[in-house]
């Protein structure tokens, strides 16, 4: 017996690999404060700011949250895949997670800070005891881990908020606004870490990598902690949505249509609202951080299921067979092409290679989006025509299972 392969799940997949680069190249290419803040490194052109408007209400967020709920998904195909081959699927799962992690480690310190592999092996170490709960089950944990994670970082907000307006107690004032100042420094407008970034990231590669193994180094468990609460809801909605048969492309495709319509009606009037609060604070650090990473998160796990909506319909209603397949190549090969993508842009921004680093504007970064896009779509169709899996899959199904695997295809018999 095998595990059954839905096109239409590596297809969306193939879309959130691609969706993923659009919300990361502002962090390729500028410093960190930019990625969030479109005035850290000085006033920005209209232009640039339209381009900032249009990613943080239909992008930001919502890739990687695709890209989540697809690891939720997932995993449960290789759990059920491990059973069918009588193999121990806890055994599959763990391993794979444990050197999922390493894989996360050396991307964080050697490629590019902005790896979220290590997180989802965190993330995955949980996930396993979630595999055998009903949809319904599985959205009451979803719901669970969201309110936690939205919460801790809502209150963290809201503490910065009374402190800006000088609400605090006399007692925490100080303490609270020199916490507000170094936050101004770090991601408010004309930040003071912008030029340190881009001294950093001008540099060689080793003094690249000095800064992440030392001023860097925990950075990895960071992230853990202040993400995993909203990742972990993420990957339970994407089992959830696979159980339901949503991912799998087996609904009609009047009712994706209908989900992806409610869902933006529901999600794009308040992330408009929020960008325009930001933009009437002269985008302080304090409405920065809080609309990108708590007030808008529920409207972004909205939008995420609604973008997942859309794409299936899409594909089921427009795309022709040509192009599903291109998209399901990309999709088998995300592993590959998202580590892929990391090296390109790392090498074509930073000074040891190209040292175009914060000198592209917002709005032509998506230009090297394109590029990107146009070669995964090119190259990894004829590479699964020839081998089982992308360089990286393989790699890590060898190294998961402990043994090399088979890698090119058998030719047809003759």
């Not at 232009?47 to 943080?56: A, C, E, R, Y």
């Not at 950093?200 to 193994?213: D, F």
């Not at 998506?366 to 004829?382: I, N, Q, T």
Request: with cysteine; proline share 3%; charged share 10%.
């Amino acid at each position: 017996m095998t595990t059954a392969r839905y096109e239409s799940l590596d297809a969306i997949r193939g879309v959130a690999v691609m969706g993923i680069l659009a919300m990361n190249i502002a962090a390729f290419a500028l410093p960190f404060a930019a990625y969030s803040n479109p005035v850290a490194g000085g006033p920005a052109s209209g232009l640039d700011l339209g381009t900032w408007f249009f990613n943080f209400v239909l992008i930001d967020s919502k890739m990687r949250g695709m890209f989540s709920m697809l690891f939720g998904a997932s995993t449960l195909l290789v759990i059920e895949s491990a059973a069918s081959g009588n193999r121990s699927a806890a055994g599959a799962h763990y391993s794979r997670m444990v050197w999922l992690g390493i894989f996360g480690l050396i991307h964080f310190y050697f490629i590019w800070f902005g790896d979220i592999l290590f997180l989802y092996a965190m993330c995955g170490l949980l996930l396993f005891a979630f595999r055998n709960l009903s949809v319904k089950a599985l959205t009451i944990w979803a719901v669970a881990f969201f309110v936690v994670g939205i919460g801790f970082l809502a209150l963290g907000w809201a503490t910065m908020a009374l402190t800006e307006a000088g609400r605090m107690p006399a007692d925490l004032a100080a303490e609270m606004n020199a916490g507000l100042a170094e936050m101004n420094a770090e991601m408010g407008p004309g930040a003071a870490s912008y030029a340190k970034e881009m001294a950093i990231y001008l540099g060689s590669y080793a003094s690249i990598v000095a800064h992440r193994t030392g001023e860097m180094l925990t950075e990895p468990l960071v992230m853990v902690l202040m993400f995993l609460w909203e990742t972990m809801g993420l990957m339970l909605v994407g089992m959830a949505l696979f159980k339901s048969r949503m991912l799998t492309g087996d609904w009609e495709p009047a009712r994706y249509r209908k989900w992806a319509l409610r869902c933006f009606l529901i999600g794009i009037p308040p992330l408009v609202a929020l960008a325009l609060y930001q933009a009437s604070s002269g985008f302080s650090a304090v409405s920065t951080f809080g609309a990108s990473l708590s007030l808008s998160a529920p409207f972004d796990i909205v939008m995420t299921i609604g973008w997942a909506a859309l794409i299936m319909w899409l594909i089921k209603v427009k795309a022709n067979d040509a192009v599903r397949a291109r998209l399901a190549a990309t999709g088998r090969m995300a592993f590959t092409n998202y580590l892929t993508t990391s090296i390109v842009m790392t090498t074509i921004f930073y000074g040891y290679g190209l040292g175009l680093f914060g000198g592209v504007g917002r709005t032509a970064l998506y230009l090297f989006c394109f590029g990107m896009w146009a070669a995964m779509l090119l190259w990894s169709r004829p590479w699964l025509e020839r081998f089982q899996y992308g360089p990286l899959e393989w790699l890590w199904r060898s190294l998961a299972r402990g043994a090399i695997q088979p890698m090119r295809k058998a030719s047809p018999a003759q």
